[in-house]
């Protein structure tokens, strides 16, 4: 296993919670309009 594979996994929870809150927000967005 290579770092940068370590390095992703370690960050992939962070990535799938940011992706989750973008998606959230850009939903509002378009039920607002």
Same mark, same amino acid.
């Given at each position: 296993?290579? /770092?940068? +594979? +370590? *390095?992703?996994?370690? *960050? !992939?929870?962070? @990535?799938? !919670?940011?992706?989750? /809150?973008? &998606?959230? /927000? @850009?939903? !509002? /967005?378009?039920? !607002? &309009?």
């Amino acid at each position: 296993m290579t /770092a940068k +594979s +370590s *390095l992703h996994r370690q *960050l !992939d929870p962070n @990535l799938e !919670d940011r992706a989750r /809150a973008i &998606r959230d /927000a @850009l939903r !509002d /967005a378009i039920v !607002d &309009r």
